[in-house]
């Protein structure tokens, strides 16, 4: 199973690695793979030291599944050329989210979708991914009608050079700026880029990947997206509203018998999630599970999860491990 790392020196590429190496995936052959800065530079894997290689000679080593996080516009001019020698294409990018062509998964809700024929497949948003997780099972016995979601999420999922500038800020050191304002002891009601209906790129991320994945466009949701001062993961509250009643001894045990979830809901013993208790973990958390009061079959909940692993990196590696387990690839 020979695999490419595109984007190998970034932030989800050296997180891909470390779990390829956590999870023992069948790798036989790694090819790290990066921008031509970082060519011939070492990369570890299972105790062995491999050279950063470039775009080209990748493809010429012809890798059965590539990994990518390299930006969009990488994705978009190199992943079809490597689907075109036959490799399956896991791309962590925005790209091909919202192809018509191209699938959309997170293996707890449609891994069931993939072919063979699939050669690009998109891996969605961090902060879809953690939410479609808790509202597959609810959907499925509920039926859900209308979401109300805002985020709280951490400064990794803009990247290193945001994490820099907060930890500099807290150093009181001058540096180079990922966000327009200072990030430590603030909040930025401001993810990607503004669109003309006055929403973030990011909270229409949401919006429309959640109704691709859950394969229902008659599902409502409305997004707000926050940056905050942590770098644990991202953290969720959600307003669901479903067509029927629900108890809520019922919901927290059907949430805790779903895959890749783990229940934390204890009041008395003040136990809920927490982005500095789910950071390095793959799971996603799911706690202060209560009823809405104010309107009928309608349930409040607060969604953790580690936006690099669940969010990025460790969905891409279960989408390789279920094209492998079923002859996929």
């Known amino acids: 199973m020979r695999i490419a790392v595109v984007g190998a020196t970034g932030l989800v590429g050296t997180k891909m690695l470390e779990i390829l190496e956590e999870r023992n995936f069948p790798v036989t052959e790694l090819l790290p793979v990066a921008s031509e800065k970082s060519i011939g530079q070492s990369i570890y894997f299972k105790n062995n030291t491999y050279k ?4 080209q000679e990748a493809i010429n080593l012809k890798p059965d599944i590539a990994l990518f996080s390299a930006g969009g516009n990488t994705s978009l001019e190199w992943a079809p050329k490597f689907a075109e020698l036959g490799t399956t294409v896991i791309d962590n990018s925005s790209a091909w989210r919202m192809d018509d062509n191209k699938k959309l998964i997170v293996p707890e809700v449609n891994a069931n979708v993939l072919t063979k024929k699939d050669k690009i497949i998109a891996n969605p948003n961090c902060s879809t991914i953690q939410m479609v997780v808790v509202l597959k099972p609810l959907h499925s016995k509920y ?33 180079e700026k990922a966000y327009p304002y200072t990030i430590d002891m603030n909040l930025l009601p401001h993810i990607d880029v503004f669109m003309d209906n006055g929403y973030t790129k990011e909270e229409m991320k949401m919006v429309n990947e959640t109704k691709k994945i859950m394969g229902d466009n008659s599902i409502q949701l409305t997004a707000t997206a926050v940056r905050v001062p942590v770098m644990g993961g991202h953290s969720e509250s959600l307003n669901i509203e479903f067509e029927n009643d629900f108890d809520i001894e019922e919901v ?39 009823r809405d009061e104010t309107q009928v079959n309608t ?14 990196a460790t969905n891409a590696i279960q989408i390789a491990e279920y094209l ?6």
């Not at 950063?52 to 775009?55: A, K, R, T």
């Not at 890749?260 to 390095?280: F, R, S, T, V, W």
């Open 252 to 290: 927290k045990t059907l949430l805790a018998n779903s895959d890749g979830i783990i229940l934390q809901d204890d009041l008395k013993n003040l136990i809920y999630p927490m982005p500095l208790n789910a950071h390095n973990k793959d799971a996603v958390f799911v706690g202060r599970i209560r």
């Open 324 to 329: 492998v387990e079923n002859n996929l690839v």
């Open 52 to 55: 950063v290689i470039g775009m």
């Open 143 to 175: 039926k859900i009608k209308r979401i109300v979601v805002s985020t709280y999420q951490s400064v990794t999922g803009t990247g290193k050079k945001a994490v820099d500038q907060m930890m500099n800020e807290r150093a009181n050191i001058e540096g």
């Open 299 to 312: 349930l409040n909940c607060w969604i953790v999860a580690d936006n690099l692993r669940k969010g990025a």
